[in-house]
């Protein structure tokens, strides 16, 4: 029970970072929407909002990455697009939660002296980017080419989350999607 207690509190951890933000998420909404009484939360997390931050990076970059390496492992980069699209909408946009990435809230709500969330988020968008700059490199594609398009899909599915979240539907990803197939089919070899 004690492990699912956690679980749930990262797991609203991360809802409530994507929805309202970093800054705005206080420690007693996450254990209110866990359930949990809030003395809960310093037993699982001593270090606080910072720590569940820390165990929500964590907890999204297996997720995230690990369905980003497993497409971009054993396809080819237009099939990779189309299943890291199809996998973002699926889970940052479905649901009762507005679109966004606990990731991203988290890197623009941290605070300023708060250098190893920045740290790790860097860490874990430098991973994302990889899977894809490794998916391309074996399509052929040349650097800095690989490493130029990786950039843009994953800063370009961040922004389109946003946008998402501004024109209340998935259309953003859909434009995000046509432009980097567009790119990986008229790339220069």
């Given at each position: 029970m004690p492990r699912q207690t956690r679980n749930r509190m990262i797991q609203q951890a991360a809802l409530l970072f994507r929805s309202r933000g970093y800054g705005a998420t206080g420690i007693r909404e996450i254990a209110?929407?866990?359930?949990?009484?809030?003395?809960?939360?310093?037993?699982?997390?001593?270090?606080?909002?910072?720590?569940?931050?820390?165990?929500?990076?964590?907890?999204?970059?297996?997720?995230?990455?690990?369905?980003?390496?497993?497409?971009?492992?054993?396809?080819?980069?237009?099939?990779?697009?189309?299943?890291?699209?199809?996998?973002?909408?699926?889970?940052?946009?479905?649901?009762?939660?507005p679109p966004g990435s606990p990731v991203a809230a988290i890197t623009v709500g941290a605070c300023p002296d708060d250098d190893h969330l920045r740290e790790t988020a860097l860490g874990i968008y430098q991973r994302w980017q990889g899977a894809f700059r490794d998916c391309l490199r074996r399509d052929g594609v040349p650097e800095p080419q690989a490493s130029n398009l990786a950039t843009v899909l994953i800063a370009g599915i961040e922004g389109a989350l946003v946008l998402c979240r501004a024109e209340g539907g998935n259309a953003a990803l859909d434009r995000l999607e046509a432009a980097m197939l567009s790119m990986v089919a008229t790339r220069e070899r």
């Amino acid at each position: 029970m004690p492990r699912q207690t956690r679980n749930r509190m990262i797991q609203q951890a991360a809802l409530l970072f994507r929805s309202r933000g970093y800054g705005a998420t206080g420690i007693r909404e996450i254990a209110n929407q866990a359930g949990a009484h809030r003395g809960v939360i310093y037993h699982h997390f001593p270090r606080g909002k910072t720590e569940v931050a820390e165990e929500v990076l964590a907890a999204t970059d297996a997720t995230v990455g690990g369905f980003i390496d497993s497409w971009c492992a054993n396809q080819d980069p237009a099939t990779a697009v189309r299943a890291i699209v199809a996998g973002i909408k699926m889970m940052s946009t479905g649901g009762e939660h507005p679109p966004g990435s606990p990731v991203a809230a988290i890197t623009v709500g941290a605070c300023p002296d708060d250098d190893h969330l920045r740290e790790t988020a860097l860490g874990i968008y430098q991973r994302w980017q990889g899977a894809f700059r490794d998916c391309l490199r074996r399509d052929g594609v040349p650097e800095p080419q690989a490493s130029n398009l990786a950039t843009v899909l994953i800063a370009g599915i961040e922004g389109a989350l946003v946008l998402c979240r501004a024109e209340g539907g998935n259309a953003a990803l859909d434009r995000l999607e046509a432009a980097m197939l567009s790119m990986v089919a008229t790339r220069e070899r």
